[in-house]
C-alpha cells in the first residue's frame, strides 16, 4: 500500500513525500478514499493514527483545483495547541497546492486573524468560541463551506462547547461533506454524530 493509488494532485504527492509519508497508516487507507469520493466520514481515532493527515490530504486535492480565497474547508478542534497542529499539517502538506489555511483561537489577539480572513482563506481550523466571536463581528463567511471537520469532538463535549457547535452548525451550509472525529463515542457524541 502507498499514497500511489489515491491519484492526488502532483502539488499534494510532492507535499507527501516532503513530509516523508511512505504507507498510508490503516486510518488513511480506510478513510482517504471516502473523503475523496465525497461521503460524510466517523472516524473513531485517537492522535498519534495519523487522523490529522486522513481529512486534511482529501481537503488539499478538492481544495487545489480551483483556488478561489473563500472558505471551503471549516475544522473545528478543542483546543488553541490543536489547532495549530492541524493549520501547521496543512501548511507542510499543502505547499504546493497554494491553498491558505489561518488557525483562529483566543488568548491572542483578534487582529491578525480577522485581517488572514479578510484577505481570503480557503481553510480555517478554529476553536469554537472564538470562532463565534468573528462569526459575531461578521469577520467570517461559513456560507461557501463545502467541509466541515469536527475534531476530537468527545474532548470539544468534555469541555463544554457542544452549545457553540451547535451555533456555528446554524452558519454553514446544510449540503456539505461532514467528518467528524472522535477517540471514543459515548451516548452523547453519538447524538451530535447524528443530528449533523
Ligand atoms: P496525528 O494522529 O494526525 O496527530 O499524526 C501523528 C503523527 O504521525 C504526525 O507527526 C504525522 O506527521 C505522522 N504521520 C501521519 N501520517 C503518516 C504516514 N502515513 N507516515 C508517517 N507518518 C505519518
Do not use: W
Not at 72 to 80: C, D, E, G, K, Y
Not at 167 to 185: C, D, G, N, V, W
Request: net charge positive; hydrophobic share 45%; charged share 20%.
Amino acid at each position: 500500500m502507498n499514497f500511489e493509488q489515491f491519484s492526488f494532485d502532483p502539488a499534494i504527492t510532492a507535499g507527501i513525500r516532503a513530509a516523508g509519508y511512505t504507507t498510508p497508516t490503516p486510518i488513511q487507507e480506510k478513510a482517504i478514499p471516502l473523503v475523496l469520493a465525497g461521503r460524510d466520514v466517523l472516524g473513531l481515532a485517537q492522535t498519534g493514527t495519523g487522523k490529522t493527515a486522513a481529512f486534511v490530504l482529501p481537503i488539499l486535492q478538492r481544495l487545489a483545483k480551483g483556488v478561489s480565497r473563500q472558505t471551503r474547508a471549516l475544522i473545528v478542534a478543542p483546543t488553541r495547541e490543536l489547532a495549530e497542529q492541524i493549520h501547521q499539517t496543512i501548511v507542510d502538506l499543502g505547499k504546493g497546492a497554494k491553498v491558505k489555511s489561518v488557525s483562529i483561537y483566543g488568548g491572542v489577539s483578534k487582529g491578525p486573524q480577522a485581517a488572514a480572513l479578510r484577505h481570503g482563506v480557503e481553510i480555517v481550523v478554529a476553536c469554537p468560541g472564538r470562532l463565534l466571536d468573528h462569526l459575531d463581528d461578521g469577520g467570517i463567511d461559513l456560507s461557501h463551506v463545502e467541509v466541515l471537520v469536527l475534531d476530537e469532538a468527545d474532548r470539544m463535549c468534555d469541555m463544554g462547547f457542544l452549545p457553540d457547535i451547535r451555533r456555528i452548525l446554524k452558519y454553514l451550509p446544510a449540503k456539505r461533506q461532514t467528518l467528524f472525529f472522535s477517540a471514543t463515542m459515548p451516548q452523547d457524541i453519538r447524538g451530535l454524530a447524528d443530528s449533523i
